[in-house]
């Protein structure tokens, strides 16, 4: 298992928990940086800082704004790319701490500097306390982020105030405190891995919804719902100026008599038989392949009506000329097929297109099946 714990489930899944990981990330840290300077603003105004040290004062101001800047310029890479997210991750494991360490270093010196007083070092304390709850509370997307920035930040002026006498009370309250902290980060860490695990969970159900919903159970290819939707957009974009396509309807002739004489089951298989040689003819990544329905296919296809035919004309040859085997039982089938390229004047719309494809198969039939016939 990886940190982000990211080692199981699908491929596109797991990136995009990387990327929310990623993403939550960086929203719950992108202006914290900016925490330390308010926090050393007002420290050290209370202290007197510059009047005391304003050499180091001013340069602590600086390296916390630049480190604020720092975090804020660090925006996550393009969701999909997962070895940018991976990368992202581990840079900013260093980016993150550098901000608590840097605070650390003033609280140490606000602590041991005699020239500044209690109730300053009560201050900076008190904001310390905050930092390290923030730590555990918010960044805990990556538990070894909040471990690192809380224990940067608390460590030690736990130490520190346990070495001095006339803290004592001080100092056990502060145990006390670490302890609730080391609490919280594994309790707010599970919390967010179990909400993160739901949403995951729940888009791996939303594909596979969506997925059903757009594809034919039986042959894998895509259902009318699918089909439909892309001639309307094929359609459409046609109709702006895009470019052309074609429309390509596939009928089995006489298939009542495949079931009839060889079982429904055979049919099924012949179905799928027939699915496979489409997608042979007619590749799935430069067309849409659908069963419209019962033995009927439609194939949608970028470019002219010429290409499309003679596709679709060898495929009925190559049909005629042999047979498929049907689970077992080998049948010869020949096929219908009606054929137009979409014309926006003449069609109008999908509808129009598939009104005239259809009427094309429907003459193809007529005279006598095993023929192409392209709308006229
Ligand atoms: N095995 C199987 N048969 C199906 C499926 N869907 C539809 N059918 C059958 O397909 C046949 C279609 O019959 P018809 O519409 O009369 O058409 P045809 O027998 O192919 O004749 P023509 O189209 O006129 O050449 C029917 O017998 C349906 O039961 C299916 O999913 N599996």
């Known amino acids: ?30 202006l914290a940086g900016f925490l330390y300077l308010f926090g050393w603003v007002v420290v050290g105004w209370l202290a007197d800082a510059h009047r005391i040290a304003p050499v180091p004062a001013v340069a602590m101001a600086v390296v916390f704004l630049a480190l604020g800047v720092m975090r804020l310029a660090m925006r996550p890479p393009p969701r999909e790319d997962e070895a940018a997210n991976r990368r992202w991750l581990r840079n900013y494991a260093w980016v993150l701490p550098l901000a608590p360490l840097a605070w650390a270093g003033l609280q140490a010196w606000l602590l041991l500097d005699a020239r500044f007083s209690q109730p300053v070092r009560m201050a900076s304390l008190v904001a310390t306390i905050g930092y390290a709850t923030v730590f555990v509370n918010v960044y805990t997307t990556v538990r070894h982020f909040a471990a690192v920035g809380a224990g940067v930040l608390f460590l030690p002026p736990l130490v520190l105030v346990w070495l001095d006498p006339g803290q004592q009370a001080l100092a056990v309250a502060m145990t006390f405190y670490a302890v609730y902290l080391v609490g919280a980060l594994v309790r707010t860490h599970a919390e967010y891995r179990r909400r993160l695990d739901l949403d995951v969970a729940l888009r791996e159900q939303r594909d596979l919804y969506e997925g059903l919903s757009r594809t034919d159970p039986l042959t894998g290819l895509a259902n009318r719902r699918q089909f439909t939707a892309r001639l309307d957009e094929l359609a459409a974009r046609a109709g702006r ?7 390509v309807m596939i009928d089995v002739d006489h298939f009542k008599r495949v079931n009839d004489d060889h079982g429904h089951l055979a049919g099924d298989a012949c179905l799928v038989g027939l699915a496979q040689r489409l997608q042979a003819v007619f590749p799935p990544d430069c067309s849409l392949l659908a069963r419209l329905g019962g033995e009927e296919f439609g194939v949608l296809l970028e470019g002219d009506a010429a ?15 042999g047979a498929i085997d049907c689970g077992g039982v080998v049948v010869r089938v020949t096929v219908s097929v009606g054929v137009a390229g979409f014309d926006p004047v003449r069609h109008g719309d999908g509808e129009g297109l598939y009104r005239a494809v259809d009427r094309a198969l429907y003459e193809a039939k007529g005279a006598g099946r095993d023929r192409l016939a392209i709308a006229s």
Request: aromatic share 6%; glycine share 10%.
């Open 1 to 30: 298992m990886s940190p982000d714990g990211t080692a199981r489930g699908h491929p596109a899944l797991r990136a995009w928990r990387l990327s929310q990981i990623v993403a939550d990330t960086y929203e719950r840290s992108k």
């Open 241 to 247: 100026g895009g470019p052309g396509f074609t429309l």
């Open 307 to 321: 290409s499309a035919a003679a596709s679709a004309e060898a495929l009925r040859r190559s049909l005629a000329a």
